[in-house]
């Protein structure tokens, strides 16, 4: 089945202790991104990769670090955890970026910083 | 910048009673208006894909149509299974590729 596989599902965490939250892909996309989900504000793009080895920044970056060491695995970084951090986290590819249908999303992460 | 804007945050219909969700946008050139479906403790899933003004889709009790600025969803005969929130998104032409997405409208229809 095509999917993107994001764990952990739920995450509770203190302030300051470094984390990563995994995202993998089955389907071969050049395209994955990170968004963050808070209520009133939508879905903001965090980081984004169009392809191995090649990330950038999105509207909402601070805080958060990526790598894509391969082409199927994107995993979001957090060095040093905050409050603010707290949020429902999202993985999501695409074939090119471009798809007809936008993007894959994954089931998402659900992260408290205390 | 774009921007999507989408009302009314929240809408409460009887089981057949149809309506339309509203998503206005602006945006520096079109390449996609999409909408997604996103049920609690999911990830959104993909509805539809507008890509020019009188540009309309439908999928069973849903329907899509496309302005300059605007884009609807039309409900017609909801049924409680399509209670979730409505999420729009506008795609750019720019390197980034991002979709920018309005804060959605929680759809709750009762039997």
């Known amino acids: 089945e095509a999917q993107v596989t994001q764990n952990p599902r739920y995450l509770i965490t203190v302030t300051g202790k470094k984390l990563t939250v995994t995202c993998s892909q089955n389907?071969?996309?050049?395209?994955m991104s990170w968004y963050r989900q808070d209520p009133g504000l939508g879905l903001r793009q965090i980081y984004y990769?169009?392809?191995?080895?090649?990330?950038d920044k999105g509207d909402v970056p601070e805080g958060y670090k990526v790598s894509r060491k391969e082409k199927r695995n994107f995993p979001l970084i957090l060095e040093s955890p905050s409050p603010n951090q707290t949020s429902l986290y999202f993985c999501?590819?695409?074939?090119?970026?471009?798809?007809?249908?936008?993007?894959?999303f994954g089931s998402g992460t659900r992260l408290t910083v205390v | 910048e774009d921007q999507v804007t989408q009302s009314p945050e929240a809408l409460r219909l009887q089981e057949g009673e149809s309506s339309s969700l509203n998503c206005s946008y602006t945006?520096?050139?079109?390449?996609?208006l999409f909408w997604y479906r996103q049920d609690p403790g999911k990830g959104p899933e993909f509805l539809f894909t507008?890509?020019?003004a009188g540009e309309e889709k439908e999928k069973e009790r849903l329907k899509a149509t496309l302005t300059k600025k605007e884009s609807f969803l039309h409900i017609t005969a909801p049924k409680p299974e399509d209670s979730a929130t409505y999420l729009c998104?506008?795609?750019?032409?720019?390197?980034?590729?991002?979709?920018?997405f309005g804060s959605g409208t929680r759809l709750q229809v009762q039997p």
């Open positions: 999501a590819s695409s074939l090119m970026g471009t798809d007809s249908y936008g993007y894959t």
């Open positions: 389907m071969n996309h050049e395209y």
């Open positions: 990769s169009m392809n191995v080895e090649v990330t």
């Open positions: 945006v520096s050139g079109l390449r996609g």
């Open positions: 507008l890509y020019s």
């Open positions: 998104a506008v795609q750019s032409y720019t390197g980034r590729r991002a979709l920018t």
